[in-house]
């Protein structure tokens, strides 16, 4: 099965606050990440953290992380039409690698 | 940021054809390329690493006659699909390495190719 597993869906009143859920596999992951990859684009590093903090706050982003859960979410304040988008999140495998959920489809609704 | 420049951003060839894709770190030198391969809803899946001066490191089911890969400067790889078939139709994706930032990845804007 998925290494890194997320919810495909997500839709969203502008100004409300979004949550997207990601659950991982690999209790050795140093940092777990999520980017955002708007259509036709590559992808772009939103935040990250680091495996021995359980929370992260970057302007609107908040990361939790329940590492005993292996368990990852990413909360969106105040979500505007231009955070439509796909969100992946991603951890780092034993070998450095990265290895990708599936994404999840955030539309925001006016 | 630093930023890498992925072309083309779309191509489309017969089968049969090959088709190069490059992948150049601006502002940065990148010892360490990676290529993904991403279908319509589903996750990025790494194909293959790239290293600068040295052969590539395939990914388990990933054809290495197939999807070759030259990292021949410190700001450039390319991969390059060949003889295409219309399963190679996938939205391809590099990123690269910079190690002055502790590491982080940067990515390419992605090329869609599509075999007719």
């Known amino acids: 099965g998925e290494d890194v597993e997320q919810s495909l869906f997500l839709s969203v009143r502008e100004g409300d606050s979004s949550v997207i859920n990601c659950t991982y596999t690999d209790s050795s992951s140093t940092y777990l990440y999520w980017y955002k990859q708007e259509p036709g684009a590559g992808l772009q590093l939103l935040t990250y953290i680091f495996s021995n903090m359980d929370m992260k706050q970057d302007q609107r982003l908040t990361v939790l992380l329940n590492k005993k859960d292996k368990h990852l979410s990413l909360r969106i304040a105040d979500t505007q039409t231009g955070d439509s988008a796909i969100y992946f999140c991603a951890e780092t495998d034993s070998w450095g690698k990265l290895q990708f959920g599936a994404g999840t489809q955030v539309v925001v609704t006016p | 940021g630093a930023v890498v420049s992925q072309h083309p951003s779309r191509v489309i060839c017969k089968s049969g054809t090959s088709v190069k894709i490059e992948c150049r770190s601006l502002?940065?030198?990148?010892?360490?390329m990676f290529w993904y391969r991403q279908f319509p809803k589903q996750s990025l899946m790494l194909m293959a690493t790239?290293?600068?001066?040295?052969?590539?490191?395939?990914e388990q089911g990933v054809e290495k006659d197939k999807f070759l890969i030259n990292h021949a400067s410190l700001t450039l790889s390319t991969l390059t699909v060949t003889s295409a078939h219309p399963e190679d139709s996938s939205f391809y994706i590099c990123?690269?390495?910079?190690?002055?930032?502790?590491?982080?990845?940067?990515f390419g804007s992605g090329t869609q190719l599509s075999v007719l």
């Open positions: 790239s290293n600068e001066g040295s052969k590539a490191t395939y």
């Open positions: 990123s690269a390495r910079d190690l002055s930032t502790a590491g982080e990845l940067f």
């Open positions: 502002d940065f030198q990148a010892t360490t």
